[in-house]
């Protein structure tokens, strides 16, 4: 099966320019600026079905169509690196391994809707990435890659790197804008959306790293091409970020269509210890739970959604037969109370409601009506808020409830299950191992430790 932005993660030092450049970089991008008008590109990346690829999975071309040319105003690019999903590492592996490929779709982006002014919002625990990014940048700065007259051409493009703080809502993109602009990280209300009204009050486009990685690859081979690797609607590959119990952790790049069975039991290598699968997040924590019965879906953004998950941001977490799910769900709703910014009452009273009361039950408090009650508080979480961080909160939590009610059920009657589930025993941790292969625990998965720790090169593309 071929690769496209993960064949570059084995090539020895892809990052720097002269490797990239004998690769064939930046050959897309001078095609772009040089051969075809702004509009052609966009209608050729429109008709590539190229959907966003940082969680919304909305059309990338339709989302530049969206922006006004003729305000008068500036219009800029944001790219959002803030990866702050849980279970999510794909945009580091493509910042750290092949930057240029970022930097060139950036170009393709910004000649196709008119821009001279982008900023790339990287996480801020991403050290490394970011110093990899700084260095392309720098370099292509000094190749004429980016400034004034690119190419030889009368295009110009300035990037700007601005790093983040660690708040997981700054990867909702008007958290982000208004982080960008040196502002509390509070989503904004919309309408306005940001393709209208965005950074600094201008028209501005919101694009995530791997959206925008894909970009060179359709400009050269074609929308055609790149539609048919997918399904009808969701076209190309995707990066999918594989950690927790299975035997090859790491990053696969896979057709959209891909069933998730096959990622886990053919490409990552099937469940670690050959015990039996018994949940699985297809799309990065704030994704529905699938139990092992509902792992022949496929991976692309519709048919999640018609099995009431969703594509998410690509993250595949799993958990085999020795997980509690009562544990489990503890810690994922500890980050959402965590990290809700509480601009919006529902979500921060529900998410850190829900948090104390998860924390009572798996410290052995927990009540007959709890899981009753549990259900009655997720239904009015979602749809209450600015942005879908509770709407991503009640949907896992909803259905870790929904699906594993009697574990929960067994787990306040029981106090052996209590004791034996890890939290609060000296028992096996719950390991969700890192994409390094480190060994983990659920806590580190889902905190996010994982997807910031040591980068390792894939050995399993």
């Not at 929308?223 to 609607?233: D, I, M, P, Y």
């Not at 699985?280 to 496929?298: F, H, M, N, Q, R």
């Not at 009431?308 to 958990?319: A, L, P």
Request: proline share 5%; glycine share 12%; hydrophobic share 40%.
């Amino acid at each position: 099966m071929e690769k496209l932005i993960s064949r570059f993660f084995k090539i020895p030092n892809a990052t720097s320019l002269p490797v990239y450049l004998a690769e064939g970089g930046y050959e897309a991008a001078k095609l772009a600026l040089r051969n075809r008008k702004p509009e052609e590109i966009e209608g050729e990346v429109k008709r590539s079905h190229l959907r966003g690829l940082g969680g919304a999975g909305f059309s990338c071309g339709v989302k530049w169509s969206f922006v006004p040319r003729d305000t008068g105003k500036p219009i800029y690019l944001v790219v959002n690196a803030d990866e702050g999903e849980p279970g999510t590492f794909k945009d580091k592996y493509i910042l750290t391994y092949v930057p240029h490929l970022l930097i060139e779709g950036m170009i393709i982006a910004s000649y196709a809707v008119g821009i001279h002014k982008a900023f790339i919002y990287i996480r801020g625990e991403y050290e490394m990435p970011y110093l990899k990014l700084k260095e392309a940048v720098g370099e292509a700065y000094q190749k004429g890659f980016l400034g004034e007259n690119i190419f030889g051409t009368k295009f110009d493009l300035d990037i700007v790197i601005h790093r983040g703080a660690g708040a997981y809502i700054c990867g909702e993109e008007t958290g982000l804008l208004e982080s960008l602009e040196g502002k509390k990280g509070f989503p904004r209300l919309k309408p306005p959306f940001p393709a209208v009204v965005g950074l600094f009050g201008c028209p501005t486009v919101i694009n995530n790293v791997e959206t925008l990685s894909y970009l060179p690859f359709i400009v050269q081979r074609g929308s055609e091409w790149f539609a048919k690797l997918g399904t009808e609607r969701n076209g190309g590959m995707r990066l999918f970020s594989v950690s927790g119990h299975v035997k090859r952790p790491g990053i696969y790049e896979l057709p959209m269509g891909i069933l998730l069975r096959s990622i886990i039991y053919e490409h990552a290598g099937g469940i670690s210890e050959d015990r039996k699968l018994k949940a699985v997040v297809p799309g990065g924590l704030s994704a529905a739970v699938l139990t092992a019965d509902e792992i022949d879906v496929k991976m692309d953004f519709d048919s999640l959604k018609a099995v009431g998950s969703m594509g998410g941001s690509g993250g595949v977490i799993v958990m085999d037969e020795t997980t509690s799910m009562v544990d489990a769900l503890r810690v994922t709703m500890q980050f959402f109370a965590h990290e809700s910014c509480g601009q919006c009452s529902p979500c921060r009273e529900g998410t850190g409601w829900i948090d104390r009361i998860l924390k009572r039950i798996v410290a052995g408090k927990g009540r007959a009506d709890d899981v009753d009650h549990l259900l009655d508080i997720g239904k009015y979480l979602g749809g209450t808020t600015i942005c879908a961080l509770a709407d991503g909160a009640q949907m896992t939590f909803l259905s870790y409830l929904k699906k594993f009610r009697k574990e929960f059920e067994d787990f306040i009657r029981n106090s052996s299950l209590r004791a034996n589930a890890g939290w609060s025993s000296g028992g096996r941790p719950l390991g969700l191992p890192a994409p390094d292969g480190r060994s983990g625990t659920v806590s580190e998965a889902i905190s996010g430790i994982a997807s910031a720790g040591r980068l390792k090169a894939p050995s399993s593309q």
